[in-house]
């Protein structure tokens, strides 16, 4: 009987952590409840003390996630442990995840402390922590350049104060594989009572080894892996989940544990990630990228038409690409739509919502001959984001471009509920739009990030445009799908405008 590897996402918070990559309340739900549909162990909402935004979030996300734990992060500090208490109250499963660095940079310089007040903020903070749940975790921040000796002290600590876990974090991703296995070696066998708790890791990619470092950790008995869907996190990232898994589920002659993780949902779970963060995922990205099993090459091609594993060691449909060869177009009904969604891990709540989302989907069947499952995820992404109550709306827009000839866009917003109309020229046809939509909101924002990607193949395609604005500091992106690219690109603009100018759920303001 193999071992279980416990998987912690992180994507909620230490994803949250990218600049630009900032989530509302309900996009933080809605990727908690694909993780859970995943069958992640642990999802790590956020950091409750952060702002009142993060603590609803977390908040949020402990209401309706009911198979996998919640998790909030907490310094170690009383205060911060309280709000992650409360956050988590209505959790059905809870852990507090407490850290407090142990370096001696960090502690020299960060926080200023001697490291036996290290010791004692540490174990304070899992005792109260103990006070709201008995699965507390613990993390000595910037373990990875920590010394040994000091290290031990605090985690036989805190495992005697109650905590369940104890994660070695490298927190400047600065370790080497061979090193980090050790790390994780030295302190099982030395720390005494470390039978008590279930050693995990969280790793950073800044010399690009996240992957190999958490790998080689599990070889060493780590049992939980903390990491994020397609890597996002802090700097370079963290851990990919997609990576971790399919490592382990691949090479299941060698790890002597697995996961529980349903692998059918990885491809659609990081899509969503990717829409709602809008970072888009590099083509030859390991499992999730649109080239991981493409062959390009003639005689690749013609040794997987004799044999599929002469050149793929994994089946592109067992992680959710394509599970289906159902085609949807306008002649689908509903039935076939829901089921199609289902596969794909989408549950619409209410029959309304069916509805809605069904009624789109008949507009772009119209436009476009077959709708591949990448406009299925664009489409409810879409559906969702103008749900999600906007007070500004795009009615409609008409875009005049000629060659030679300067772009003009008149568009007419609905602005809490009364249409406003507006034209203006632009260097180009989105240039115009954008200047419309600015005449009507003098929004006063600066555009950092404007990028198309075509969600599927052929001239036809939706084309998926995602903005990054700031304004006062504040950073947030918007998305819009669309055949039209100009229309994406507008719907993308008024959804990020919806966000930065009525910020009244966001998580946290990043700078
Ligand atoms: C490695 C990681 O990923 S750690 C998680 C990082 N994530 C974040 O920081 C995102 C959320 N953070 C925030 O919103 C804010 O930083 C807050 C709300 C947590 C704190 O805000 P502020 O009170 O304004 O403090 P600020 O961020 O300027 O400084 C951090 C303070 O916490 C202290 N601190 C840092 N880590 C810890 C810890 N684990 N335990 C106790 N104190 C800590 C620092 O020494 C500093 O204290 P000081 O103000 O006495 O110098
Ligand atoms: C809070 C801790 C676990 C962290 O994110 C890190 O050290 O990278
Ligand atoms: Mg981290």
Redesign the pocket.
Known sequence: MKDNLIVFDTTLR?GE?SPGASMTREEKVRIAKALERMRVDVIEAG?P???QGDFEAVQAVARSVRESTVCG?A???GADIDRAGEALAEAKSARIHT???TSPIHMKR??RMEPDQVLE?AVKAVKRAREYTDDVEFSP?DAGRSEIEFLCRILEAVIAAGARTVNIPD?VGYNLPDQFAQLIRTLRERVPNSDKAVFSVHCHNDLGMAVANSLAAVMSGARQVECTINGLG?RAGNAALEEVVMAVRTRQDFFPCDTNIDISQIVPTSRLVSGITGFPVQPNKAIVGANAFAHASGIHQDGVLKERQTYEIMNAEDVGWHASRMILGKHSGRNAFRARLRELGIELETEEELNTTFQRFKELADKKHEIYDEDLQALVTDANLAAENERFKLSWLKVVSETGETAIASVTLNVDSIERQASAPGGGPVDAAYKAIDSILQSNTELLLYSVNSITSGTDAQGEVTVRLKKNGRIVNGQGADTDIVMASAKAYVNALNKILYPVERA?PQV
Request: zero cysteines; glycine letters at 0%.
């Open positions: 230490d952590q950091f003390v952060a702002s992060l310094r170690a500090l850290f407090i660095a960060k926080l903020h921040e927190t802090e946290y």
